[in-house]
């Protein structure tokens, strides 16, 4: 596979040095494009000229049956046209043969939101957690008072410097994917955890490796997205018959809850970071949905 892994490798730097991607852009592009060439190999090909469109057919359908999820599929797809357009548009191959690839269309269905009086009781649980004045019982309500206020993404999230945060106007400066930043307003709740935090809380944990980090561990690094899944799986166990969601699950139910109470998909857009409209319109479709739920249950002709 050397012949297909020395472009893998030359695609990666483009990625890095060109284009400016994210460590985790790059490990995803790399991990999809070492899967097809894996595929390839087993079917004889040892070069990407030599690949036509039949060859990434059978990849998909290689990974359909083996129970891959759309979205795997998709994204990987995507990703090879992106590796196949940069290989012709550089001379390693003569035709891209994904142009014609189809893969499924992603899924429009959430894994699942919190209903708003499972969210008020998952930080109702954060708030009475914290009031034994521990430092990161402090800083698990301030996360999740954040988390649910502004829709941020965990990687922002633990990405925030003390800086990125204005507490007399109630904001925090994100920097999201591709490296584009926003500021993102949150509310009277989690402006009081996050005084608490950075009062009461953040001054017992800093050491001399806590730098700027807004939220820290108890040895006083920076908090990692692993931690933060932890607290919020730890936390939901308390409430009764909530979903079991990550930080991401606070995420699509700050925006579902945000477009039910009458919000702007284009300012929700904006909140969220999301490049494209479409993206947001899927928490669209998950009120739609429950409204609908609410309709059968409750109308007697429904």
């Given at each position: 596979m050397s012949d297909l892994a020395d472009l893998i490798e030359a695609f990666e730097r483009h990625l890095r040095s060109e284009r400016n991607r994210s460590a985790h852009t790059q490990r995803a592009y790399v991990g999809d494009l070492r899967h097809l060439a894996t595929h390839l190999t087993g079917a004889g090909i040892g070069a990407w000229r030599d690949v036509?469109?039949?060859?990434?057919?059978?990849?998909?359908a290689a990974m359909s049956e083996s129970g891959a999820a759309r979205s795997t599929i998709a994204r990987r797809s995507a990703a090879a046209r992106t590796f196949f357009r940069w290989a012709l548009r550089t001379g390693h191959v003569d035709t891209d043969p994904s142009?014609?690839?189809?893969?499924p269309r992603r899924s429009k269905h959430l894994p699942g939101v919190l209903r708003q009086r499972e969210a008020t009781a998952l930080l109702d649980v954060a708030t009475v957690a914290?009031?034994?004045?521990?430092?990161?019982?402090?800083r698990n309500r301030a996360m999740l008072e954040l988390l649910y206020a502004s829709g941020i993404r965990v990687s922002e999230l633990?990405?925030?410097?003390?800086?990125?945060?204005?507490?007399?106007?109630?904001?925090v400066r994100?920097?999201?994917?591709?490296?584009?930043?926003?500021?993102?307003?949150?509310g009277v709740p989690a402006a009081e955890a996050i005084e608490a935090w950075l009062v009461r809380g953040r001054p017992q944990l800093v050491t001399g490796e806590s730098q700027a980090a807004v939220f820290l561990g108890r040895r006083g690094r920076r908090v990692d997205p692993r931690q933060v899944r932890e607290v919020v799986h730890q936390l939901l166990a308390h409430v009764p018959d909530a979903p079991d969601l990550g930080p991401h699950g606070l995420r699509h139910s700050a925006a579902t809850h945000l477009l039910e109470g009458g919000a702007d998909l284009r300012m929700v857009q904006e909140l969220l970071g999301h490049a494209s409209l479409s993206t947001t319109q899927i928490y669209t479709h998950v009120s739609t949905e429950r409204l609908r739920r609410s309709f059968q249950q409750a109308h007697p002709r429904a």
């Open positions: 036509r469109l039949a060859d990434l057919r059978s990849w998909l142009l014609r690839l189809l893969a914290s009031d034994d004045a521990d430092p990161v019982h402090l633990v990405g925030l410097d003390v800086d990125d945060l204005d507490r007399d106007q109630r904001t994100v920097t999201g994917k591709g490296d584009k930043q926003r500021t993102v307003p949150f």
